[in-house]
């Protein structure tokens, strides 16, 4: 027999109370698919080339600092005594950390985009592996055409993003509000790598932003998931190398199995 609280309410049915979490999960499930299709063929281009772009140019970045560093500590410390030769070491070690830490929070930056060109037909590959059909084959050249048109959206979503991260970082100044500030800042990228993410399959659909946001706040819970299964894996070193094409993998399953309809 179900028992009532004293107080006469009837408590929500059981499949209400786990419907949140179970939907977050499956959200979150979603990257992981992500990540095991990379190797796909037929997926496989459109995650290496705009991946080694990324890598090749930060490696050409660092070099250029390491020569323009190794020069600085010649001039500060020159004909160092050897008891003193501790020094350089030191000086290149603070140097590899501050290069680890500007790669750790600019490489997803930078990878989004670069890789947006190629996130569209990325989209486009796995929604016609998942279904069987979908929108017509695309190849490299074509994300090269598209690049301006998607560079253009990706600054636009990044106005989206100022917009409202300016209000939610003036709420951490606020004493008291501050409290609640992190768990709705956490909320907010959550949200935003959801329809980063998410905008590559639904634009592959003529969905622009409003009606894209509209889309995925109609099942926000799973959306939220996703997004900040995403976050946390944008956070781990080396997997972040992968987060871009995998979550865009994963955002266009997502689509087909629970938006598209």
Known sequence: M????AGGATPPPLESRIAAPVSALAGAGYLLRGFGMLNRPGLRRFVFVPLAINVGLFALLLWALAGQFGGLVDRLI????????WLSWLLWLLFGLAAAILVFFTFS?????IGAPFNGVLAEAVERQLTG???PEAGLADALKQAPAVVLDEIRKLGYFVVRAIPLLLLFLIPGVNLFAPLL????SAWMMAVEYADYPMGNHGLQGKEQRRRL???????LGFGGATLLATMIPLVNFLVMPAAVAGATAMWVERYRK
Do not use: C, H, T
């Open 2 to 5: 179900n028992s009532v609280p």
């Open 78 to 85: 020159p004909d160092l005594p050897e008891w003193l030769a």
């Open 109 to 113: 930056i930078v990878a989004n985009l």
């Open 133 to 135: 059909g979908g929108p």
């Open 185 to 188: 800042w956490a909320l907010f």
């Open 217 to 223: 706040g109609e099942k926000r819970l799973l959306a």
